[in-house]
């Protein structure tokens, strides 16, 4: 069975993906860096402030940039867990997902409780871009799915609120995926820790921010996260949460998980991934 960790998260691979402020502003560095430990402080340094920079400079709420339909990956790449063994999880998938229900709960006016049908009914926002990884690669899909403001503007955002926290269904252990191998019984998960993610208010709202059903014009397949994965345009791929049954909102993480605000944060990552 392969089992892979992200890659260690590396300076190098960041610079080099993409677009954003943090990489503009770095630019032509990458290759030196490790033979320049004061080149290394300074990357440090640019590093911790690329929350506040992109906000400065390109602006947080500043668009990623979209594709058009040529440029779209043949098949689109899948990472992380695939298959979710969670034996809830794998009867609601039996059934299409027809009994799942996305629960929007913590800080909000009026709790939620969605179908897939209910997403669907709401304005539908398409787009083309670019998922980055950071293990270092990237790959163009078309997403469908409803802009995430939509369902906080439904529920009522309480003003105490501060982050939007994602609960998915795949469990995992020290980085490796649960996945489901064909031939295990339905009910054989192996327990582990769920994934989960959180985001702040600038991107929670950003127009590039969406609650994804579809991609490239189909269902969201299982392997990208059915029925419905984050999309952001601003952050690497471990933001984007796949497998999502509970939108949570809070104050602060400190309660949840490790209390960083990711699986991945929790094991070292950083919390916000600006590209
Ligand atoms: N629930 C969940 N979400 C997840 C992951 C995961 O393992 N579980 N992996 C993350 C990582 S590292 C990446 S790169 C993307 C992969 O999305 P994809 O499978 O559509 O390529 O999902 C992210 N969201
Ligand atoms: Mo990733």
């Not at 890659?7 to 990489?23: E, H, K, T, V």
């Not at 871009?129 to 799915?145: A, F, N, Q």
């Not at 529920?155 to 252990?173: E, M």
Request: proline share 5%; net charge negative.
């Amino acid at each position: 069975m392969l089992k892979r960790k992200l890659a260690p998260l590396s300076r190098r691979g960041l610079l080099r993906l993409g677009a954003g402020a943090g990489s503009l502003l770095l630019a032509g560095c990458d290759d030196s860096i490790s033979e320049n430990p004061r080149l290394l402080d300074f990357v440090g340094k640019a590093e911790k402030l690329t929350y506040g920079a992109q906000r400065l400079i390109l602006g947080r709420d500043a668009l990623a940039p979209e594709y058009s339909e040529s440029d779209i990956a043949a098949e689109f790449r899948a990472n992380g867990s695939t298959s979710p063994s969670d034996a809830a999880y794998r009867a609601l998938a039996k059934n299409n997902f027809a009994d799942w229900r996305l629960e929007v709960g913590g800080l909000v006016g009026t709790p939620l409780k969605l179908s897939l049908a209910d997403l669907r009914s709401l304005p539908a926002s398409t787009q083309i871009t670019r998922h980055d990884c950071v293990e270092g690669w990237s790959c163009i899909g078309k997403w469908t799915g409803a802009p995430l403001s939509e369902v906080l503007n439904r529920a009522g955002v309480l003003p105490r609120a501060k982050f939007v926290v994602f609960h998915c269904a795949d469990l995992l252990t020290d980085g490796d995926p649960d996945d489901f191998e064909p031939g295990q019984s339905d009910s054989t998960d192996s327990g582990g820790v769920a994934y989960y993610e959180s985001i702040d208010f600038v991107d929670a709202y950003h127009p590039q921010t969406l609650l994804a059903y579809g991609l490239n014009d189909q269902p969201l397949p299982v392997a990208n996260g059915a029925p419905l994965r984050l999309r952001l345009g601003r952050q690497l791929g471990y933001k984007m949460a796949k497998y999502i049954m509970r939108i949570e909102l809070v104050a602060s993480f400190a309660q949840i998980g490790g209390g960083k605000g990711g699986y991945w944060e929790d094991l070292g990552y950083e919390w916000y991934a600006g590209i």
